[in-house]
């Protein structure tokens, strides 16, 4: 996030390893200290977790294979620049 310079906006919530937060309630007590901004969609029901990629390197990354399945082929693919 410092580097983007920006937040960042996500469809779910949670700490690294440990289960998405889908209500509002508990995201604010989670994260209320620490969060420049929470939207406030109200609580999230039958939410998947998101798919998480890092494109920093020279590959793809994946960080967390969520609800959007990207084959471990396409993941060995080189970026290109």
Do not use: H, M, W
């Amino acid at each position: 996030i410092r580097l983007l310079g920006r937040p960042i906006y996500s469809t779910s919530v949670n700490k690294a390893g440990e289960q998405p937060i889908n209500r509002i309630s508990e995201i604010i007590t989670v994260f209320g200290t620490v969060a420049t901004l929470i939207v406030d969609a109200g609580d999230i029901t039958n939410a998947s977790a998101s798919t998480i990629v890092d494109l920093c390197g020279d590959t793809i990354r994946i960080l967390r294979q969520g609800s959007l399945k990207i084959p471990t082929e396409v993941a060995a693919l080189p970026l290109i620049p």
